[in-house]
């Protein structure tokens, strides 16, 4: 390709759309702790104690009718930044997808759920995918599902 266009070498990926790329002999590693860290920082979650689990076990969210109401385009903007955070973060796609569910009138019990997840992030911002050299092409992954688990109308999330 040289001889037919001008390029220029800049060596091994190290950081592309917000997502930081490690190549090693053995593999790749993607994540996105910079950006992780980033949103902490713009929510004043980066002095927060850490959870081990993004959303307490057994526990469900509904539309909350007579809760209090909250500010909705700070909420929307707080589940978007997490949402972008999915490209490298599979073990957050069932609570995000959860507390996405209700950003039409967020009340307070589901900023609170936001919250513990922002929490979990900061126990993990290093996490990512790695992806094994040689490996077999074989995608092995898993999904947590609850069907028909929604208060409200009995929907179904999985992630």
Same mark, same amino acid.
């Given at each position: 390709?040289?001889?037919?266009? $001008?390029?220029?070498?800049?060596?091994?990926?190290?950081?592309?759309?917000?997502?930081?790329? +490690?190549?090693?002999?053995?593999?790749?590693?993607?994540?996105?702790?910079?950006?992780?860290?980033? /949103?902490?920082?713009?929510?004043?979650?980066?002095?927060?104690?850490?959870?081990?689990?993004? /959303?307490?076990?057994?526990? +469900?969210?509904?539309?909350?009718?007579?809760?209090? $109401?909250?500010?909705?385009?700070?909420?929307?903007?707080?589940?978007?930044?997490?949402?972008?955070?999915?490209?490298?973060?599979?073990?957050? $796609?069932?609570?995000?997808?959860?507390?996405?569910?209700?950003?039409?009138?967020?009340?307070?019990?589901?900023?609170?759920?936001?919250?513990? /997840?922002?929490?979990?992030?900061?126990?993990?911002?290093?996490?990512?995918?790695?992806?094994?050299?040689?490996?077999?092409?074989?995608? /092995?992954?898993?999904?947590?599902?609850?069907? $028909?688990?929604?208060?409200?109308?009995?929907?179904?999330?999985?992630?």
């Amino acid at each position: 390709m040289e001889r037919n266009f $001008a390029m220029t070498d800049l060596g091994k990926m190290r950081y592309f759309l917000g997502i930081e790329v +490690k190549q090693t002999k053995e593999g790749i590693f993607m994540f996105q702790q910079k950006y992780a860290c980033e /949103i902490l920082k713009r929510f004043n979650m980066e002095n927060c104690n850490s959870v081990c689990n993004p /959303i307490v076990p057994g526990s +469900k969210l509904k539309k909350d009718e007579d809760g209090i $109401a909250c500010d909705s385009t700070s909420y929307k903007k707080m589940v978007g930044c997490l949402m972008y955070l999915l490209a490298t973060r599979p073990d957050l $796609a069932f609570s995000v997808c959860l507390v996405a569910r209700f950003m039409e009138r967020p009340t307070e019990l589901h900023v609170a759920a936001v919250e513990r /997840i922002l929490r979990y992030v900061k126990g993990t911002v290093s996490y990512g995918l790695w992806f094994e050299k040689g490996k077999n092409d074989e995608l /092995i992954g898993w999904s947590d599902s609850d069907y $028909a688990g929604d208060l409200d109308d009995r929907k179904s999330t999985s992630g």
